[in-house]
């Protein structure tokens, strides 16, 4: 739009025209996993960067880090029409920003602020809705008043400690517990196979559950010393389920092909001894969707892309756990 003269007449239309809905579902692929989420889709009506838009309800997307609930496309003439549009429709916005970045930067900053801080473990994640937007043109947005994700763009970030945990993993599971909206309590029984050097059993221990920990390789000694804490050195795929007994919870952070985490996962569910699980799928090269869908496919069961996963999945499967649709 040209400075100086007024709005015209077009102009004018475009700011009183209504929300278009789009009949559309937008899938926010995870950076660096689009390839990923569009094999999965397969369809797709249109992309803008990470987001992809599908004619339809939700369908299964692990590799999308957020979906886009009934999206709508709103003409905006102006900065201030594009703020106003989306202040109608409710109060809490994430910007995903691939393009046009001043302009859709200059917008946001008309927008309610919204605080992403850092969560601290084990804090609940938000509950106020929130919805995500982004421009699409210079004078046209998309946006959703609703989406699946808590946090902007099904980004979680936690305050860290940097000094405890002996790798990084720890964060896979914070977050995976923080979605769950559970997690072990104290003396709870937990078992974590491939668990060396421990940084899954240092979040487990630290929410005062008892941890059978099991890995060819030792834990880190400021783990192995942890209370409630015991490690059995052997391999997670020779472990008897009769051996072991009841369990609460069965983490696996295992590398190792999908199929043969499949294998191990179906064993100790015929068993019938392990109330919840979490384990992570590790694509090694190609992407193997087919394991991945035999994985979703488990009743009662949730398979995602965490925000700190890698070339990975998470598959989680709590007792009583009720998904929607």
């Known amino acids: 739009m040209s400075g100086g003269?007024?709005?015209?007449?077009n102009e004018s239309e475009q700011a009183k025209a209504p929300p278009r809905p789009l009949g559309q579902t937008g899938y926010l692929a995870a950076a660096g996993f689009e390839a990923e989420l569009r094999e999965e889709l397969g369809e797709i009506a249109a992309e803008h960067g990470r987001l992809f838009l599908a004619d339809g309800p939700p369908r299964p997307?692990?590799?999308?880090?957020?979906?886009?609930?009934d999206p709508v496309e709103i003409a905006v003439p102006s900065i201030a029409a594009a703020a106003r549009g989306l202040r109608a429709l409710q109060r809490n916005w994430a910007l995903y920003d691939f393009t046009l970045h001043r302009r859709a930067r200059l917008i946001a900053g008309k927008l309610p602020h919204v605080s992403a801080k850092p969560l601290v473990f084990p804090a609940a994640a938000p509950t106020a809705p929130l919805g995500g937007w982004t421009l699409a043109a210079p004078d046209r947005l998309i946006a959703a008043p609703a989406t699946t994700s808590p946090f902007p763009n099904g980004e979680i970030a936690f305050v860290e400690d940097r000094q405890a945990p002996?790798?990084?993993?720890?964060?896979?599971?914070?977050?995976?517990l923080t979605l769950l909206g559970r997690r072990p309590g104290p003396g709870e029984r937990c078992l974590d196979l491939?668990?060396?050097?421990?940084g899954w059993s240092w979040v487990l221990?630290?929410?005062?559950?008892r941890v059978i920990a099991v890995d060819k390789a030792p834990l880190d000694p400021r783990i192995f010393a942890m209370a409630g804490v015991e490690w059995r050195?052997?391999?997670?795929f020779a472990l008897d389920p009769a051996e072991i007994g009841p369990v609460?919870?069965?983490f696996s952070d295992v590398v190792c092909y999908p199929a043969r985490l499949?294998?191990?996962?179906?064993?100790?569910?015929?068993a019938g001894t392990v109330r919840n699980f979490v384990c992570t799928l590790k694509f090694q090269g190609p992407t193997d969707h087919a394991t991945a869908n035999r994985f979703a496919a488990i009743p009662g069961s949730q398979l995602a892309h965490l925000f700190h996963n890698k070339h990975e999945l998470t598959w989680m499967k709590l007792a009583g756990m009720k998904l929607a649709g």
């Open 5 to 9: 003269a007024g709005p015209g007449a």
């Open 61 to 69: 997307a692990a590799w999308a880090q957020n979906l886009w609930l």
């Open 166 to 176: 002996p790798n990084r993993a720890y964060l896979k599971l914070w977050e995976a």
């Open 194 to 198: 491939g668990a060396s050097p421990g």
């Open 205 to 209: 221990a630290t929410l005062g559950a």
């Open 233 to 236: 050195q052997g391999s997670a």
């Open 248 to 250: 609460d919870w069965l």
């Open 262 to 270: 499949l294998t191990l996962v179906e064993r100790w569910l015929a």
